[in-house]
């Protein structure tokens, strides 16, 4: 076990080669919740629980096509519920606790890019709804069983931003309270939230019944409870009539002015694109800041579930330009979010970003001269990082994530949220500094107000008190003719009787 004083001078993050060999070249590798989906020669699944790290590992056989690849690789963050899909567009499911895969025939012929799956109504048994994007822009709502059966899978939008084909990346689905839900979709250079109530009970999940007139009607008829982000004055139906009736500078005005979407650089149709949120949990606590991966940047923002629309839910935070090498940015293959970082894997090392101030932090060499670097995959829940080659696997911690960020809100003046991080750490040094920091100001501050002045003063007597500054400077700190002052003295040597209550010598040599 390694000492505290070793962890110290470790990084933020300590990485682990995983003592593994695969039997082919890695292409996918996705954990959430302790369970690890790894595909090798983009065609073979194995199925990992990081308990059993590799002491038990499962095999999850896909009937593909001898030309077939594994293309995505999506699950769910509970880890009970997997979807694969293919270059030619073969889907399947997969139930992660027996590793029993079942074609999922209602969506051949798509190739499922993103899913927005459902962390707050999500089981074990059932997906609840869930939101499907596509490599040609398509968005669907589906919801399956653990036992494979596809409850219904219907179209939500064909075409949300009125550009032919433009991929999804993305797809993020959370609740902000009892009634109100948020779609977050990312496209190259475009990012929509849209936000609407949904009606959860009044599309109660039926059991199918293979076959029937019945069934089919209903599902037919069935209208996806995701619908209401999209109904508002027939926005899909309006987007594909505009498309025939204006060139495309007219139709994003229109359509800007009905769905308005955030454009980080509305010329760019592919990669690299990219949309993280944090935290994301079992029990669907909605996130609070994002990262958005654009061609020649990444834009760090905050995520507001209380504002009226979905568009003033996305606040934009600083945007921060790529490197150039060469002539040329260098731009990630993969970004993560954790509470204080953003991290960005390159073909060559692993970076931490401050989500504070947007200095790299952190910066790890990755792979070898032999090595392809293919992708990270961070694990919301138990906060492990997964980085990986064509033939590794690497596995990183957070190491006291948050050691250091103590001093970046001190700079920036904002004591409390110091105090807070500084009072779970080991070493105790940084909370005092911050309680001196924070009493010093207080004293230097000049106001008229008299009632304000005995507040403050006030208030850095209970910081000094808390803190371990030595009793002689503490009191020379308050020492002045002014009565304000008076007060804040008599304020802290109250504190201190109070400390020493049932000793009389130390009582005595105070006095």
């Not at 954990?31 to 095999?59: C, E, F, K, P």
């Not at 080991?426 to 005995?454: G, R, T």
Request: aromatic fraction near 10%; proline fraction near 4%; glycine fraction near 6%.
């Amino acid at each position: 076990m390694a000492s505290s004083a070793s962890k110290e001078q470790d990084g933020i993050f300590v990485g682990k080669l995983i003592d593994f060999r695969p039997k082919g070249n890695i292409s996918h590798v996705v954990s959430s919740n302790g369970q690890v989906l790894l595909a090798t020669n983009a065609r073979d699944i194995l199925h990992i629980s990081v308990q059993n790290l590799m002491a038990y590992a499962s095999d999850i056989a896909l009937p593909l096509s001898t030309h077939d690849r594994i293309a995505y690789v999506h699950i769910d963050v509970a880890g009970y519920h997997a979807i694969l899909s293919s270059t030619s567009g073969e889907n399947f499911y997969v139930n992660l606790k027996n590793d029993q895969q079942k074609p999922f025939k209602r969506a051949k012929g798509h190739v499922i890019t993103a899913i927005g799956w459902n962390s707050s109504l999500g089981t074990e048994s059932e997906t609840a709804f869930i939101a499907l994007g596509t490599t040609k822009g398509s968005l669907y709502e589906t919801s399956i069983q653990s036992g494979g059966s596809v409850l219904y899978m219907k179209e939500l939008s064909q075409c949300l931003t009125g550009v032919k084909e433009l991929p999804i990346t993305n797809v993020e689905l959370f609740q902000c309270d009892d009634s109100r839900w948020a779609l977050c979709i990312c496209f190259p250079g475009r990012l929509y939230c849209l936000t609407a109530v949904l009606n959860k009970s009044e599309h109660s999940y039926f059991q199918p019944v293979v076959g029937t007139v019945w069934t089919s009607a209903f599902v037919e008829q069935f209208t996806p409870t995701l619908q209401p982000f999209f109904s508002c004055e027939d926005r899909v139906y309006k987007q594909v009539f505009l498309n025939y009736f204006f060139t495309f500078s007219d139709l994003t005005n229109v359509v800007e002015d009905k769905i308005r979407f955030h454009c980080m650089d509305d010329t760019q149709r592919t990669l690299p694109s990219g949309f993280a949120i944090h935290p994301k949990t079992v029990n669907g606590t909605p996130p609070t800041q994002y990262c958005w991966l654009g061609a020649h940047g990444f834009t760090i923002g905050k995520i507001n579930i209380t504002a009226q629309d979905g568009y003033s839910m996305i606040i934009e935070g600083p945007h921060v330009q790529h490197r150039l090498v060469n002539g040329r940015y260098d731009n990630p293959l993969d970004i993560a979010v954790t509470e204080y970082h953003v991290l960005l894997l390159y073909s060559d090392r692993l970076e931490a970003v401050s989500l504070l101030n947007q200095k790299c932090v952190y910066e790890e060499p990755v792979g070898m001269h032999t090595s392809q670097v293919k992708g990270m995959f961070r694990d919301p829940i138990t906060e492990m990082i997964w980085v990986y080659t064509d033939s590794s696997v690497s596995r990183y911690q957070p190491n006291e994530e948050n050691r250091n960020v103590w001093a970046i809100y001190l700079e920036q003046g904002d004591f409390k949220k110091a105090k807070k991080i500084t009072s779970q750490l080991k070493d105790k040094d940084p909370h005092q500094l911050v309680l001196k920091k924070e009493a010093d100001k207080l004293i230097a501050q000049n106001n008229d107000a008299k009632y304000i002045l005995v507040t403050i003063y006030v208030g850095a007597a209970e910081l000094l008190a808390e803190s371990t500054e030595p009793f002689e400077i503490a009191v020379s700190r308050f020492l002045s003719s002014v009565d304000d002052r008076r007060d804040g003295l008599k304020r802290f040597l109250e504190l201190q009787f109070e400390k020493l209550a049932g000793d009389d010598s130390k009582v005595i040599s105070l006095i």
